[in-house]
C-alpha cells in the first residue's frame, strides 16, 4: 500500500500545475504555493512582454488531456496561454490546491527525524515553517532574473538614462520617442527589438555577443515542426548511452547526416540572408541545436533591411554620459537599455549545503532523469527538463516523479545504478556533446523521443509508440498520444 504524503509543489507556472495535477490524483495532499499573484509563471501577465508568443507551436505546447483552443493561432500570442493555462487549472480544479503571494524563503530537512523536508514560507508579511513529506520545486529555467550591471550605469541613470531587464518591459509606450538598446540575441532580445521599432522608438539597437543558428516558422515554406522534431531528425544528434550498433549505423551513414544539416543551413542563410548581415555561426547546426536554438521573431530581418534595427555584434563595455560603449568601439545613443540576458538558473531556498550535493563546480546538475537527486531524498525538480515542447516533458516528468516517490516505477532505480547514470549523462555533456551543457545540463532537445522513451520504460508503458512506424518515425511529439502511453502505465491510488 503507498502512504499518501503532504506534497509541496513551488512554483504555480507550466510545471506546477503539472506537478499539482500527478500528485493529487494519486490522492496525495498537495500544497502549492506561487509568489505571484497569479497562475502562469513566465506567462503570467505583468511578466510578459508585449508580443511575446511561443515558439513551439501549439499542439506542441499543451497538455495530454487539454489541447489547445482550435481558434488559437499556430503560435499563440502570451495572454492565449495565460488562458490557456488557466482553464487547465479549472478543469482539474487545481486552484483549490494553491496559495498565492506566497515565498518560499528557506527550504531544509526536518529536524523531527522523520523523512521529508521544512519550508519557510512567507504569506501576508508573516513568515512561519510547514513540514512536508515530499517536496517537487516547479520554478523552471525562467523564475530569478539575471540581474548585471556595467561601469558607469548609475551616472547613466542620474542623468535620465533607464535600464530594466527584458521582463521589466511590458508596455510599448516606454519606448515611444528614445534611442533603445537592446542587449542580447536570444528570442526576448529579438522580439524586443522588433517591438520597439514597431511602436516609436527613435533608435533601436541590437547588441549580441555571438552568432548562432536561428530557425525562422516556416523553413522554406515548410512549418518547421515537421522538419526538426521528427524522431528520425532526432537519431542523426549524438545521443547518449548509443549501442555498439547504433554507433556503427551512425558512421555508415555520417556522409547522409552530414548532407542533410549542411542543406538546412544552406536553405537558412538563403532565405534569412545570414551572409549579408554577419550572421553565419562558427559552429555546425548539428553540434549547437538545443534549449537556445531560437525561433526566429517575424519581422528581425525585415527590420535589419528597412534599417529600423542595428544589429552589432559584440557586448557592453560601459556606459558613458548618454551613450553605451560597445566592445566593438562602437558608440551607441541610449535612453532605455533593455538587457535581455536571461535568467538565474538555481534554487536558492535551498540549504547550501544541499546545493553542493546538487550542483558541480562547473554548473552542471547532478540529477536523474534531469529530475532528482540520490543525495537529497524526498524532492525532485518538474519542468527543468528544458525542451523544445516544455509543457509535455514538465507532464510527463511529473507523472514519473510522483511514482518514484511512492516506490512505484516498474524500474525503481537503486542509489548506485542513480550515480551511474548522473556520471555518464555529465560525461557525455562534457565530452561528446558540449551544447548539451546549456541550462545547468537540464535540456533535453533534441532528445524529446529518447528523453520520454527513457520516462515511460521507467513507468511500466505497456504503449510507447506509435502502432504506425511510419507516423512515429517521421512525426512530431503528439501530446494526445501520450495521454494514451500514461494511461498504459500501472495505476495507483495512495491510502
Known amino acids: 500500500m503507498v502512504q499518501r504524503k503532504n506534497v509541496a509543489i513551488i512554483g ?57 483552443p482550435d481558434d488559437y493561432p499556430e503560435w499563440p500570442k502570451g495572454p492565449q496561454v495565460h488562458a490557456y493555462l488557466h482553464s487547465y487549472a479549472n478543469k482539474h480544479d487545481l486552484t483549490r490546491l494553491f496559495r498565492l503571494n ?3 524563503k528557506s527550504m531544509d530537512r526536518r529536524t523531527d527525524g522523520k523523512p521529508g523536508w521544512t519550508l519557510t514560507i512567507e504569506e501576508a508579511g508573516r513568515t512561519r515553517t510547514e513540514d512536508f513529506d515530499f517536496v517537487a520545486v516547479c520554478t523552471g529555467q525562467f523564475s530569478d532574473k539575471n540581474i548585471i550591471t556595467h561601469p558607469g550605469q548609475d551616472a547613466f541613470t542620474a542623468q535620465g538614462g533607464e535600464v530594466i531587464h527584458s521582463s521589466e518591459y511590458t508596455d510599448p509606450s516606454m519606448v515611444k520617442g ?6 542580447g540575441g536570444s528570442k526576448s532580445a529579438t522580439d524586443i527589438a522588433v517591438n520597439a521599432a514597431k511602436n516609436g522608438a527613435s533608435q533601436v539597437t541590437m547588441v549580441y555577443r555571438e552568432n548562432v543558428w536561428r530557425v525562422p516558422y516556416f523553413v522554406g515554406g515548410i512549418n518547421f515542426k515537421r522538419l526538426l522534431y521528427m524522431r528520425a531528425q532526432e537519431m542523426q544528434f549524438n545521443s547518449w548511452g548509443r549501442s555498439a550498433g547504433q554507433k556503427a549505423l551512425a558512421a555508415i551513414t555520417k556522409p547522409l547526416v552530414w548532407a542533410n544539416f549542411r542543406g538546412l543551413e544552406t536553405l537558412l542563410k538563403l532565405q534569412l540572408g545570414l551572409k549579408k548581415w554577419n550572421m553565419v555561426p562558427d559552429t555546425p547546426i548539428e553540434k549547437e541545436a538545443c534549449c537556445s536554438l531560437p525561433i526566429v521573431t517575424p519581422g528581425l530581418f525585415e527590420s535589419f533591411k528597412d534599417g529600423s534595427v542595428k544589429p552589432i555584434q559584440g557586448t557592453y563595455e560601459r556606459y558613458e554620459g548618454d551613450q553605451i560603449v560597445l566592445t566593438t568601439g562602437d558608440k551607441v545613443g541610449c535612453d532605455l537599455s533593455v538587457l535581455a540576458v536571461g535568467w538565474k538558473l538555481g534554487v536558492p531556498y535551498l540549504a547550501q549545503e544541499y546545493q553542493d550535493k546538487l550542483i558541480e563546480a ?44 511512492d516506490g ?18 555529465l560525461n557525455w555533456k562534457r565530452n561528446e556533446r558540449p551544447s548539451a551543457q546549456v541550462y545547468g545540463g537540464l535540456c533535453s532537445a533534441p532528445f524529446h523521443f529518447k528523453h520520454f522513451d527513457e520516462l515511460l520504460a521507467d513507468m511500466g508503458a505497456t504503449t510507447r509508440k506509435k502502432g504506425n512506424p511510419l507516423a512515429e518515425t517521421f512525426s512530431y511529439p503528439d501530446a494526445s498520444a501520450y495521454g494514451r502511453y500514461l494511461a498504459s502505465t500501472p495505476q495507483y491510488q495512495a491510502q
Open 362 to 405: 562547473d554548473g552542471q546538475y547532478r540529477v536523474y532523469r534531469l529530475s532528482v537527486n540520490p543525495d537529497l531524498p524526498d524532492m525532485g525538480f518538474v519542468g527543468f527538463n528544458s525542451s523544445f515542447c516544455t509543457i509535455l516533458s514538465a507532464e510527463m516528468i511529473a507523472n514519473w516523479l510522483v511514482r518514484y516517490a
Open 178 to 183: 528614445k534611442r533603445v538598446v537592446v542587449l
Open 408 to 425: 512505484q516505477l516498474a524500474h525503481q532505480p537503486t542509489e548506485v545504478e542513480m550515480n551511474a547514470n548522473i556520471a555518464e549523462m
Open 12 to 68: 504555480g507556472g507550466v510545471s506546477g500545475l503539472a506537478a499539482a495535477k500527478a500528485f493529487d490524483e494519486r490522492g496525495h495532499r498537495v500544497t502549492g504555493f506561487e509568489r505571484s499573484h497569479d497562475f502562469g509563471g513566465v506567462w503570467e501577465l505583468s511578466r510578459s512582454y508585449p508580443d511575446v508568443q511561443t515558439q513551439s507551436p501549439k499542439d506542441l505546447y499543451c497538455y495530454t488531456d487539454h489541447p489547445m
Open 102 to 104: 506566497t515565498d518560499i
